[in-house]
Structure formats: C-alpha cells, structure tokens
C-alpha cells in the first residue's frame, strides 16, 4: 500500500501565522514526546516513521511548500502540483504520478491522508490496516469514518447502511450531510453517523476510471499540462459523492482537527509564548513572534496572536471566522522557510523617486547555501552578524564572518553558504525599482555545482 499526504491547504483560519507561504501545517506551535517544539508535518512524519509507514509515503503540495517541507523534514518523496487547485486535482495528479512516474499497477492500493490533523499511534495501526479492509468490503472506495464526540457543525458527517462486518466496524455508505446545523447533528448521531476525516482508500485503478469517465487526462504529463484549467473541487464532490460503491471504516480513536484558533490552541501546552505576561487571564493562549512585549489582562476564553504579518485579538469562537475578513489584507508574506533556513521582513519603504527598500533578517542553516543567482531589478547589501560564510561573486570566492559587509550589484551572479557549526545570521538589505520574489535567475543549487562551475570559469 502506498500512502500520500496532502499538505496543499492555506490555512488562512490561522491567520495571522498561518498564510500562503507558512501554511498552517508548517507551525512548530506543537509538542513532540520529548518536548520540542513541531509543525503538524513534523509530528506526523515521525509518527509515521513510528509505525514503519515513511517507506511508501509520498508528499502532495505545491512547489512553493517544497523548501519549507524539505527544511521541517528532509528530502521525501514529493509530488509537486503545479498551483493549487483543492483536493480533487491534487489527489488524481498524485495517483498519475504513482502509475505513470513510479510504475504501480493498477492493483496498488492507496491511501490519500490529510496532513493537519491531532491523532496518535492507533490512528496510524488503522491506516496500515485499511488495504486489508478495502477487501473485506469489496467496495471501489473506502473511508474512514470517526464516531462523533459532539454535535458540532465544523464537519461533515457520513450516514451508514447496513454493516460489512458483525461486528459493526465498517459499513455501506448511505449519504453525506456537509457541515449541518447543532440540532441536525444531533439526530444524526443518534442515527449512528460519523465525521468524515478526509482519509480515503482505493486502487489505483479505480480512480483511472474515474477519470476516464469524467472526460480527465488519464496520464500524469498530460495531467501537468492542464492542470491550471481543472476545477478546484473536493475530492468528496468530485468522486466520492458520485461512486456507489462506497463503505466507511469506523475509527473509534484519538482524533481532532486543527484547523481554527479555537482548536489549535486545545493543543498548545504553553498559554503565553514569545515576550510578555498574562495577568487574571481565563484559557486565553498568546502567541507572540515580536521583540516587544505583549501584556495581556482579564481576558476569558481568548486568542491574541501578533506577527509581522498581522495581529489578531479574537474570542476563540469567533477567531473560525477570519477566513471571512482577511481577503482585504493580502499582502507579501513577512516570514517564509527554505530549505537552507528562514528569513524575516524587518521594514519595507518606497522613496520619493520610487525606489523601494526592503530590509531582511536572514538565518542560514549550518552547512546550507542559497543558490547562485541573480536579479536584475534590484542591488543587495549583505551585513553578516553572526556566524562564519563564504560567499561567491561571479567568479570570486570570499570568505566572511560577523561585521563583513558584501555589495551585490544588479545582473551579478551570486551565493552564499554557512561555515562552521553555528549558524550564519545577515541582514539583507534591498534596492530597486521593483522587489519581488520573482525577479530572480538560478544557475545552480548545490554548493559542489557552483564550485565546479568556477572552477571552469577560472581554467
């Protein structure tokens, strides 16, 4: 069985950490069983490594996620959307890619999870289990189902028929109710319906056909090249509520979802993090990512989260709906993850003439480098405060260290990489007439490559 991992969403009910570069997955404001801070991502990779299901597992998001994933994680198996088009198109781009790039056969089983959710080791025993159970059904499709715990209107609920099993561990599927109302969910747990989960099972062939019959490409190039001209719909909508064939496994174990404020903060052990102090404050969490204090006083039943990106100060119930009012404050995300280490936008300014100035604090993992590169709207200043480096000019090599100051010019090949076992902290200051993360040009990733070229510009 081949396992994959959707890490595509947003998460913009997160906001103001959460955003289109630091998607809600990526947030160490989590625990491992040692302590350490983690992402969701994180903890559910070393889950998954706790059960032996890493082998065979394969992430799904976009290509903007990759360096961020491969600095939470490491290099994995990645499978690279190419915009981000809702769970439908992300999960047929990835069954293509396991046919046509790794050569499964249409008999291979599949499990398709979601990649942001509270659960713990049993949840993982069930997903080794469910190839088992797509036979027992002999069904084209089978879900994951977990008994409700309250009657609460933030999921979707899954109506069974008969029962597979005498037991009662897995039943037909009858219908779907999308997020009803208190009352409506209360009639239908009492009718024994359960939360879909968003995990779902099959064969590879049986989504082939799937495609086929709804007019798809049924190849994984020709997927990539339409990808941009699919519809952004669920995989429920498009497939599932469209199959007959359908059973749903009952999961009766630890599981939440963690996709508002509200319950996100149930799983933060530390009320108070960053600089600052709450006062006679009632389950009130505050996250501060600022070098200035927060204070917080005889707030009840609150989140307070304060970033370079936004501040928000909700009630916890309420906070679920920033989704609704933070279209207008779309703007470049402030901190962002590569795969070499981290960066923060301390200021941005345009001048009188037009000139604009964006300022950066920027950590290079030890042993990391950026790529060699170049811009052409822009000049940088490079002013290293912590940390040992060498950075590549064209065809030089030049060693630095804190206090060194590096000017790059426009149209100028350049790189820079971490020496030594500590970090290398710089702030990059830049000029032009337009910044924006687009206006780049790379020659080379690694560093081996970028020392191979100049060693053939030098004879």
């Known amino acids: 069985m081949r396992v994959v991992l959707l890490s595509g969403g947003s998460g913009k009910r997160l906001w103001p950490m959460s955003n289109e570069a630091r998607s809600k997955q990526f947030l160490k404001v989590l625990h491992d069983r040692n302590g350490n801070r983690v992402s969701m991502l994180q903890r559910i990779w070393g889950q998954l490594g706790d059960v032996g299901l890493q082998v065979g597992t394969y992430l799904c998001a976009s290509k903007a996620q990759r360096d961020t994933i491969e600095n939470q994680i490491g290099p994995v198996p990645f499978i690279e959307e190419p915009m981000r088009r809702d769970t439908f198109p992300a999960i047929a781009l990835s069954i293509l890619y396991l046919a046509d790039v790794e050569g499964c056969t249409d008999e291979e089983v599949v499990a398709v999870l979601p990649v942001d959710h509270d659960v713990d080791e049993q949840y993982f025993r069930f997903i080794q289990q469910l190839d088992v159970r797509l036979d027992e059904s002999g069904t084209d499709l089978l879900l994951m189902g977990v008994t409700p715990s309250a009657p609460v209107s933030k999921f979707g609920y899954i109506r069974i028929g008969e029962a597979y099993t005498p037991q009662g561990s897995m039943y037909r599927v009858h219908s779907f109710t999308e997020k009803p109302t208190k ?9 024994g319906a359960l939360w879909n989960c968003g995990v779902f099972c099959f064969r590879i062939g049986f989504l082939k056909r799937a495609l086929a019959e709804l007019g798809y490409p049924e190849s994984y190039q020709e ?8 519809p952004k719909r669920s995989f429920d909508y498009e497939v599932v509520e469209q199959t007959s064939n359908v059973a749903v496994a ?13 319950t996100l903060s149930e799983k933060i052990r530390e009320e108070f993090v960053g ?4 006062v006679d404050c009632d389950n009130t969490h505050v996250i501060n990512e600022f070098g200035i204090p927060v204070v917080t006083m005889g707030l009840k039943d609150a989140v307070i989260v304060a970033t370079p990106d936004g501040i928000l100060a909700a009630d916890k119930e309420h906070a679920s709906e920033i989704k609704n009012v933070i279209d207008d404050y779309a703007t470049r995300p402030m901190f962002e993850e590569r795969r070499w ?12 003439d037009g000139t604009e100035v964006l300022s950066k604090h920027v950590e290079l993992h030890a042993g990391k480098n950026i790529s ?3 811009h052409s709207k822009r000049s940088e200043v490079w002013t290293v405060v912590q940390g040992r480096g060498e950075v590549v000019l064209d065809s030089r ?5 804190s206090g060194d100051v590096i000017h790059i010019h426009p149209e100028q090949w350049h790189a820079i990489r971490s020496v030594g076992a500590e970090k290398l902290v710089f702030i990059e200051v830049q000029f032009g007439s337009e ?5 780049i040009a790379r020659r080379y990733v690694d560093w081996e490559h970028i020392l191979h070229h100049l060693s053939i510009l030098v004879g």
């Open 223 to 230: 997927l990539v090249t339409l990808y941009p001209l699919l």
């Open 183 to 191: 009352e409506v969910a209360e009639s239908l747990i009492e009718n």
């Open 341 to 352: 280490g981290t960066y923060r936008v301390l200021d941005y300014q345009k001048l009188s």
């Open 397 to 401: 090599v030049i060693q630095v260290e």
């Open 250 to 262: 009952t999961f009766a174990g630890k599981w939440s979802d963690m996709g508002t404020w509200g």
């Open 275 to 278: 600089l600052g102090t709450s």
């Open 372 to 374: 060699y590169q170049k």
């Open 435 to 439: 910044l924006s993360e687009e206006d």
